[in-house]
Structures are given as structure tokens and as C-alpha cells.
């Protein structure tokens, strides 16, 4: 039996986190757990607007942030972590779509900010330190990303309308 999903993304973390100077232990577990649970393409968009209608930009995510942060701490939280999570993968394995489009640094920009935000909600010391690192580096993390789905993951033409599928169509 071959490596499990988790395995296979974090053999390819490391290494290429490696070769950037990110290779902090616990960054590279959390970004490989991100990979794995989005290779899902539900656990891509798995919030639900009011309306139950799956959140899939990141201006649905603002939106929903903003009803959230009046009416359900918890629920914010959450939003805000996704967030970060999203804005990563996007930023890291759709790079060129996003910068085709104008709008790399818009996701560079609240990825980051969510992460920060993460930190500050979260009372596990040592995942409040990871979100506090994707924040400060999350530049770096996103071009080490690409670097490694460049490299590991070549996506093939017209495979960017569904970011998960697109891994698997090789």
C-alpha cells in the first residue's frame, strides 16, 4: 500500500519548505493537513450562507465574516481560519490564474490577515505560533507552494475551474 494523501503532501512540504527556509515542523504538518482536506473539493467551500448556498469567493467569505462578527463569534472564527486556509491554497497551487486575474495580491492580503487574526482567537499556544508564522511568511508559503505544485504538480491546461480536481487530472 502507497502513502496516504497526508503523507504524500507532506513529503513534498518539506522538501520544497526545505529549499525555501520554512521547514518549521509544525508549519509543514499544518499546510499538509490544509492540502489533504482540500484535495476534498467539499472541504474547499464548506461554508454555507444563510441561504445554505456553499460560499465559493472570497468575497462571499467577507460577506459572511462581516454577518458573523455580529451575530456568532464562533461561527467568525471559523470563517476566518477557512480563510486563511483558502486564500493559501489559491494563492499557492492557482498563482497564475490569480495573477491573470488581478488578484494575487487581494488573497495575499487576506490570507494574511486571517492567519493573524487565527492567532489571536486561538488558545493553543503552538497553533496560535503557526498561524502567527503563515501570517509573517505567508508570501513566501504561497510562492513555495507553486514552486512545489510546479515542480510535483503540473496542472494541466484547462484543469483551473475545479481547484481539487485539477491535482488529480495529470
Known amino acids: 500500500m502507497g502513502p496516504t494523501l497526508y503523507q504524500f503532501f507532506h513529503?513534498?512540504?518539506?522538501?520544497?519548505?526545505?529549499?525555501?527556509?520554512?521547514?518549521?515542523?509544525?508549519?509543514?504538518?499544518?499546510?499538509?493537513?490544509?492540502?489533504?482536506?482540500?484535495?476534498?473539493?467539499?472541504?474547499?467551500?464548506?461554508?454555507?450562507?444563510?441561504?445554505?448556498?456553499?460560499?465559493?469567493?472570497?468575497?462571499?467569505?467577507?460577506?459572511?465574516?462581516?454577518?458573523?462578527?455580529?451575530?456568532?463569534?464562533?461561527?467568525?472564527a471559523l470563517i476566518i481560519r477557512h480563510?486563511?486556509?483558502y486564500s493559501l491554497f489559491m494563492s499557492g497551487f492557482f498563482r497564475e490564474r490569480l495573477r491573470?486575474?488581478?488578484?494575487?495580491a487581494y488573497y495575499v492580503d487576506h490570507g494574511r490577515s486571517a492567519f493573524g487574526q487565527?492567532?489571536?482567537?486561538?488558545?493553543?499556544?503552538?497553533?496560535?505560533?503557526?498561524?502567527?508564522?503563515?501570517q509573517r511568511d505567508f508570501p513566501r508559503v504561497a510562492l513555495a507552494l507553486d514552486t512545489i505544485r510546479q515542480r510535483q504538480l503540473p496542472l494541466a491546461a484547462g484543469t483551473l475551474t475545479e481547484p481539487a480536481a485539477a491535482l488529480w487530472r495529470m
Open 11 to 76: 513529503r513534498h512540504i518539506q522538501h520544497g519548505f526545505r529549499q525555501a527556509g520554512l521547514a518549521e515542523p509544525a508549519t509543514v504538518d499544518y499546510v499538509a493537513d490544509i492540502l489533504s482536506r482540500f484535495a476534498q473539493t467539499s472541504a474547499v467551500y464548506p461554508i454555507r450562507d444563510h441561504n445554505q448556498r456553499h460560499l465559493t469567493t472570497l468575497t462571499q467569505f467577507l460577506t459572511e465574516l462581516r454577518l458573523a462578527q455580529e451575530q456568532d463569534r464562533a461561527r467568525a
Open 83 to 85: 480563510l486563511g486556509e
Open 100 to 104: 491573470a486575474r488581478g488578484q494575487l
Open 118 to 134: 487565527s492567532a489571536d482567537l486561538e488558545s493553543d499556544h503552538r497553533q496560535a505560533r503557526v498561524f502567527w508564522r503563515l
